[in-house]
């Protein structure tokens, strides 16, 4: 493997694919009609991270758009890491439900994210399309230096030495170039010298003090140490 624990002179870096979140796509239902029966139902939403169960009534009054966005309420009052929201396509719209996080998680379906009913119950989840997966999570694929490799997100550090955030595919290696920051060393370098005059001085002054050369000697030392 490659060593990344000091800068090389240049990384030479294409990124294949990036990190996706989950995606559902409900069904598109007539926004100001209501589909469904009045009464109560159930469902269950069931993430990687655990469960959590929902009891929707619908009213006489509500349209299938009242029912969407009550439906995207209880979820994202559940900060479950997933968050619903109701979209429109001229007179219909649709739940739309999608994970906090990126990348392909440990699970058997190789998803964040999924909805049930039970056995007795009527399915509510089914006929708003809570299932319908439109993208599924994928980790990114990328190439450093002719190595590749993948992560759960697209914010990937190298090492701990440099932090690289990925914004689209290429569709050819991009190289990457280092030098130092001058501007900075030279910051480091007057502090440097003003604090050793400051110690100049007060090693001087008749009324030195122990605290005072301790806190410039301090300051000294994390300026030569940074």
Do not use: C, W
């Amino acid at each position: 493997n490659t060593d990344y624990t000091s800068l090389p002179d240049e990384l030479d870096i294409e990124v294949k694919a990036l990190a996706t979140k989950q995606v559902n796509t409900g069904e598109f239902l007539p926004s100001n009609s209501r589909y469904f029966s009045t009464g109560s139902y159930n469902f269950t939403l069931d993430t990687v991270n655990g469960s959590s169960n929902f009891n929707v009534t619908v009213a006489s009054d509500d349209t299938n758009y009242d029912i969407q966005n009550k439906i995207a309420g209880f979820i994202n009052n559940r900060d479950a890491g997933v968050t619903a929201n109701v979209i429109r396509d001229g007179e219909r719209s649709a739940l739309q439900i999608s994970s906090d996080g990126t990348g392909r998680p440990n699970s058997d379906d190789g998803l964040f994210f999924s909805f049930s009913v039970a056995d007795e119950d009527y399915d509510f989840v089914d006929d708003l399309g809570l299932n319908n997966v439109e993208s599924e999570p994928n980790n990114s694929s990328f190439v450093i230096n002719g190595e590749t490799h993948a992560a759960a997100t697209n914010n990937i550090s190298v090492n701990q030495v440099i932090t690289l955030d990925f914004h689209s595919v290429s569709d050819k290696p991009v190289k990457i170039k280092f030098a130092p920051d001058i501007d900075n060393v030279m910051s480091q370098v007057d502090a440097f010298v003003d604090s050793y005059n400051s110690l100049v001085d007060l090693s001087d002054s008749a009324q030195e003090s122990k605290v005072g050369r301790r806190n410039l000697f301090n300051d000294i030392s994390a300026i030569v140490n940074k």
